[in-house]
């Protein structure tokens, strides 16, 4: 029987959720998952430079800073997402971005699921700051959405704009899904409530401050374990 | 007090000792759930290849164990689940009629053994995995067959050198290791801050031993405890540290035996570029060979330092890292990665510190944003600044160091993730060199270069034991 959480190669998180074919982080991704991949896969497009800009849009904190008012700095934002694809490949073949259906779909069936403990994701073998990580960040969740949902918890809703992958006849190849929090990115409409993600122009070359991913590990690898 | 933890899947148990647990909803006995609070268990998995002894190394260490009160006055072994009881109770029949244990071909519940009054050591539960040798032939097996692997911090591998020396199916040493490493990688789990005990077991019939770890079996003090008609006195100066001492002196002996053991070596350097902590023991569960044919012991064994993994184990989760000799402490050199690094690459300050380094022993340095080392002990090396001018990031390296390495760093600029480290143990292994005046961290062992230190004054402060 497969396992109903596992981690990805940065350590972090993922969850086995019904009617998703595969397992979804736990999070958006973060920026320590983000520089795991700096560290292993060093270049010159992922550099000094590149970084500093990154962390311009979006400043970078420790997770024991984590707080309801600064929370989403922990994730990766500013990313294109062709960069977040180039952090997919490097986790994995069976990594990859969500289908926009498949990320709307599973935001609306989280969305009628209570929150769960994180008791199961702690107890994996995770390094102590991921663990401090995870556990803050439920706090804020619960401080800020004590009623709140599983899509919540995960903030599917109130983290960031995630990228998704679209494609269709006359559509860009990418367009975001998400609500994050106010205090972050300011919106007047309610995204999730909207029937198409945002399909910001210029996608490969702007850097969007409230923009970044999570990502779903495909179901092709489970059937080989 | 710690969270008590579940045999079965190792995940956090609830309030109290009625609840299931809350991941695999086992149920926990009151016993375990008591002695859980006290102490942090010790999870602990037998692994080796078939016939190389586990199962006869496990009946063996139960019934020494079982009999510890007959040496170390007030000590006892309670057994913390009907289904240990009764494991227990198949062992003593099996070997009150002279018959050797069956081999595990599935994975069994593991052995919850509760050991109290143990001299210098707090009362703790010790859960006990017995792994099918069949597992470790097939390395793609383990990760779905043994989750537990995943959370064990002290891993036993059994190996028979006998057994080992005449194999005609590929196995060894290093394929072990390399299997319990893909094991750990399949987990997506780093082994880094683990400990593996190679115990070399049927030792009775091991011909060149070396002549201290012959003499070191012979002396055991535990070796009768589980004949009853044998007089027995228990010793009131027994000292688990001085016998732990005892046990190292022993392991850099097997160490240097290793070497001259097929892919011995490459045990030895695999393990210590993974950064896992490897140490060495030497076992007689029988005393003699058994009638293999008919799967009997000829009689009641003597059975010579089955104990000592166990006690090992213990000791590490008591007192942390042993007393290590000190060519095997770990030092760490983290260099600026940039060309801008100042004295760092203009006085080849960097250079001359991995120099000093290497008379430390176990060392190895790496560019702050790189995860792979630049250099490893021993090797001379010329160091300069990294090929790519990368973001100066510490975590991905202090995150594959044991939990004993020291590191020293030397920083032309702000490392981006240093704040993640405040409340960790790296506030007192860490020392931060700043090259730059403008950057001045809040962190608890940080020191601006100054004209007159040295490589030497710097690793002296690094390694100052007072703190």
Redesign the interface.
């Known amino acids: 029987m497969a ?1 109903s959480v ?4 940065a ?1 972090f998180p993922m969850i086995h959720v019904e009617g998703l074919d595969g397992y979804l982080h736990w999070l958006p991704v973060t920026k ?1 998952q983000f ?2 991949f ?3 896969h ?3 497009t ?4 590149w ?2 800009e990154i ?1 311009s849009l979006n400043p ?1 904190i ?4 984590v707080q309801a008012t600064n929370y989403w700095q922990s994730f990766i934002t500013g990313i294109t997402p062709g960069e977040a694809e180039r952090y997919a490949d490097w986790c994995g073949a069976d990594y990859a971005l969500l289908h926009q259906k498949e990320w709307i779909d599973t935001y609306h069936r989280l969305r009628e699921m209570p929150p769960r ?1 994180v ?2 994701l ?4 995770l ?3 991921i663990r401090s990580l995870i556990e803050r960040l439920d706090a804020v969740f619960r401080a800020q959405s004590p009623n709140g949902s599983l899509a919540d918890q995960m903030f599917l809703r109130l983290g960031v704009k995630e990228w998704v992958v679209c494609g269709g006849p006359k559509q860009s190849p990418w367009g975001a899904w998400g609500q994050p929090n106010r205090a972050f990115f300011g919106s007047i409409r309610d995204d999730l409530e909207a029937t198409s993600p945002v399909f910001p122009p210029e996608v490969e070359t702007r850097r969007l401050h409230a923009f970044g991913f999570r990502l779903i590990r495909r179901a092709t690898w489970r059937s080989e ?1 | 007090m710690p969270e008590p ?1 579940c045999p079965f ?4 148990l609830g309030a109290t000792a009625e609840e299931p647990c ?2 695999c909803r086992k149920a926990v006995t009151p016993e375990y759930y008591e002695i859980s609070r006290r102490a942090a268990p010790v999870v602990g998995a037998l692994v080796g290849f078939p016939q190389h002894g586990k199962t006869t190394f496990q009946t063996a260490l139960t019934l020494t164990m079982d009999g510890l009160g007959r040496a170390l006055e007030g000590a006892y072994l309670e057994y913390l689940d009907a289904s240990t009881q009764e494991a227990v109770r198949r062992m003593w029949v099996q070997s009150a009629r002279g018959h050797q244990p069956d081999a595990t071909h599935e994975l069994a519940p593991p052995l919850l053994l509760g050991f109290h009054q143990l001299p210098q050591l707090t009362d703790r539960a010790v859960v006990l995995y017995d792994t099918p040798g069949e597992l470790f032939t097939r390395r793609e097996d383990i ?2 067959a043994l ?1 537990p692997l ?2 064990v911090q002290t891993v036993w591998f059994l190996v028979s050198l006998t057994d080992l020396r005449q194999d005609r199916e590929g196995n060894s040493l290093q394929a072990l290791l390399q299997t319990y490493m893909a094991a750990m990688s399949r ?4 082994a880094q801050r683990r400990t593996v005990l190679v115990v070399y077991t049927k030792c009775d019939i091991v011909a060149d031993l070396p002549a201290d770890v012959r003499h070191y079996l012979a002396d055991d003090p535990f070796q009768t405890v589980t004949l009853h008609d044998t007089p027995l006195t228990p010793d009131p100066l027994f000292d688990i540290r001085a016998y732990v001492a005892e046990m190292e002196k022993i392991s850099n002996s097997l160490r240097e035996y290793t070497k001259r053991i097929p892919t011995g070596l490459t045990l030895i350097n695999m393990a210590r570029d993974r950064g896992l902590d490897l140490q060495f023991c030497a076992v007689s569960a029988l005393g003699e060979s058994p009638n293999y044919q008919h799967n009997e012991r000829v009689h009641e064994s003597v059975r010579f330092r089955v104990q000592d993994p166990l006690l090992w184990t213990l000791a590490l989760a008591e007192f942390g890292a042993t007393s290590q000799p000190r060519a095997e402490r770990r030092h760490c050199l983290i260099l600026d990665p ?1 060309r801008e690094g100042g004295p760092v690459y203009e006085e080849q300050l960097g250079t001359k510190l991995w120099e000093c380094a290497n008379r430390l022993g176990n060392v190895g340095a790496f560019h702050l ?4 080392p630049i250099a490893r002990t021993g090797r001379p090396v010329s160091l300069g600044p ?8 510490i ?3 202090l ?1 594959q160091e044991p939990s004993h390495s020291r590191a020293l760093v030397l920083t032309n600029g702000p490392i ?2 240093l ?6 143990t790296w506030r007192e292994r860490l020392m931060v060199v700043s090259t730059n005046p403008s950057y001045q961290p809040r962190w608890h062992r940080f020191m601006l270069l100054r004209e007159d230190d040295t490589p030497e004054n710097l690793w002296d402060q690094l390694a100052n034991d007072d703190l």
Request: aromatic content about 6%.
């Open positions: 396992a596992l981690t990805d190669r350590g320590i520089e795991a700096l560290c292993e060093p270049s010159a992922f550099d000094q430079q970084y500093d962390l970078r420790s997770p024991r800073a403990s008791a199961d702690t107890a994996l073998n390094a102590p700051r374990n | 933890k899947c190792l995940g956090t809350p991941t990760a779905a989750p995943r959370d987990f997506s789990t780093a940039s944003g790189y995860s792979r990294a090929r790519e001018n990368v973001a100066r990031l975590g991905q390296i995150e981006l993730d704040e993640d480290y405040i409340g960790s």
